[in-house]
């Protein structure tokens, strides 16, 4: 897929949204990534959201996931690895993971592939996403939505990492129902029942 340009402030302003809420939307290296831009506006147009009140969204994106979507579909800032290196000069500067952290009530990381889950578990900070979650405070929440195929879903270490993962605040959804078994494909072709 074509990878888009999205202009980039220098120094980002987070300070000045009136948003009630503010999301910060983290996406990595997963085909399920080609849904972000539909994620993205569902979230701005989330329903029950008094237009006073306000829903404020970024993104902040693995360069692998980049691969699966235009960032120029995407309709709200999309802060990249190269930000975090590029904002910081000197000492006094603003620290792009630390202005994010404190902007944002939320964080939804949608797909969360197994390489990013086992850096958060491990506390691997190596690029700008999982920083963000291994910095959460405990004022936000975080939300992950892990994407894996078919066994891999359920495979004991990725369940053992999510299942002892210190966050106390830490939501995952389920995306089986509770009976029966669910049917279809996974987008990349595997069964969805196992």
């Given at each position: ?9 220098p ?5 000045v ?11 990595t ?13 569902q979230?701005?147009?989330?329903p ?7 829903i ?13 979507y235009?960032?120029?579909d ?7 690895d ?8 000197a000492r006094?500067?603003p620290?792009?993971?630390?202005e994010?952290?404190r ?6 990381i ?7 889950l086992?850096?958060i ?5 190596d690029n ?10 405990s ?17 004991k ?5 999510l ?7 830490v939501?995952t959804?389920?995306?089986?129902p ?7 494909l996974w987008?990349c072709?595997?069964p969805?029942?196992?």
């Open positions: 897929m074509e990878r888009g340009s999205c202009a980039m402030s120094v980002p302003d987070l300070s949204s009136g948003s009630r809420y503010r999301v910060l939307v983290g996406v290296g997963s085909v399920a990534a080609l849904k972000l831009p539909s994620l993205v506006s979230l701005l147009q989330t029950g959201v008094r237009e006073s009140d306000g404020d969204v970024r993104v902040v994106t693995t360069e692998r996931a980049t691969h699966f235009n960032t120029a995407v309709p709200v800032h999309v802060y990249r190269q930000d975090e290196w590029e904002m910081w000069s006094s500067d620290v792009l993971h630390i994010l952290r902007w944002a009530n939320m964080l939804v949608a797909p969360l592939d197994a390489n990013t086992g850096k578990a491990s506390g691997i900070c700008l996403l999982p920083t963000l979650s291994e910095k959460r405070s004022r936000g929440t975080l939300l992950i939505a892990k994407d894996m195929c078919g066994p891999s879903m359920g495979h270490p990725s369940s053992t990492v299942s002892c993962h210190e966050h106390s605040n939501a959804p389920d995306h089986f509770t009976s029966g078994h669910p049917s279809g987008l072709g595997s969805l029942h196992y």
